[in-house]
């Protein structure tokens, strides 16, 4: 399983960093004959697992996990024509069934709001029965034109969270697009991994829905990547599929949902935040291993090894996940090895050590050696993962915000979305908006409140929002 690194890999050339980390340090192979699909190598679902654990984990305090089938009839998939609208050219669908024609096309699922709402219609009967909550975890499929990458761009995606939830009034739903966004903020910031927050502009919000929130994060190259939604539905999805609950009163009235969903972008976003030119970085509160444990013996050492064993031990009583390394390769290889794939800690024990009853101490973000008494040295390692989560995050909220500015033209804006993202006053008016993308060569991707009167950088007419402009993966 070994592999030597061909090359270093420099992450200023972000592109070839990342199209080469992730087969290296075994998180994804790329190999598999069909494009825009990938394998996750075992270390990498290793990691999946974890993200989705702390995922499920913020979910499940206030929504229930379900499992609803791959395959939407065509019929119902086009049932809500904004919906269809934004999706058909991206459905692949099942036609054959052996050797038979089928009688109506089955579309595997681009989302599954078509999937779901039909049994919601089926649920739903009085106000006692809401809010309903639901999210699942599964595989969507959506046959990209544009160049696909791995984890950022795919045909299969692999990892959809996709969470749907039914209420009563238009209010109760807005209030669960702020639970949601609250929910995803909390997520992040256990990734590490910074955020920008804007409702999207009209045309490119989520198809059959009122209006969408979007989480932005920027990749090292300063693009960004869209790496999670919220949507208010109204009451179009409900009109509809016929979802409807009796009032107290005895009336019948339509529902109100909102639906929101994170990919493995997530996984994607947080590679590529905390990775450098020495490999990746997991944050501690998701790595499978937080720390490893590498005797140094040139030769056998008994006492060495012995004294390693017993430390991973305390490591695994004081909750740490912890690897002895024992494997008969030079100690620089596996530094090397554990490194490149991200391992927050490591802990050498060598005879020097043993002498003077301490561990020494190498953290993955700094590279800073410490020693620690070998009796203590647990707790010390669990001090310096919570210490490397805090720095990691902080040292990526400032990397992002050190590349927002704030812009009075859309010439300035055109420099700054090169290396960056650009925030500039806009009237709210599409002509004007056309012509600022036009002319920063980027995309208006999000919206939020001004905080000072301002005129619009295009026209001069009373500002409306503040516009936030990139170029997006
Ligand atoms: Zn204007």
Known sequence: MEKK???PLKKDNF???WQEILGRAEIVDNRYPVKGLTVWHPSGFALRRRVYDLLRSLLDR??????FPLLIPEDQLAREAAHIKGFEKEVYWVTRGGGEDLEVPLALRPTSETAIYPMFQLWVRSHADLPIRIYQIVNVFRHETKHTRPLIRLREITSFKEAHTVHATWEEADAQVQAATQLYREFFDHLGVPYIITRRPDWDKFPGAD???AFDTMM???RTLQIGTIHHLGDHFARTFHIQYEAPGGERKHAHQTCYGISERCIAALLATHGDDRGLQIPPTVAPIQAVVIPITYGENPQVLQAARGFREALERAGVRARLDERNLRPGEKYYHWEFRGVPLRVEIGPKDLQ?????LVRRDT????TAPLDRGAEEVQRLLREMGDSLRAAARRQMESRLRSCATTAEARRATEGGVAWLTWCGQKDCAEAIETETESALLGLSPLDAEARCVKCGAPGKHRALLGRAY
């Open 367 to 370: 590279l800073e050696r410490t």
């Open 15 to 17: 592109q070839e960093w």
């Open 211 to 213: 209006y969408s929130v």
């Open 220 to 222: 090292p190259d300063g």
């Open 356 to 360: 003077k009853n301490q561990v020494t």
């Open 5 to 7: 690194p061909d090359a």
């Open 62 to 67: 206030d929504h229930q996990e379900t499992l």
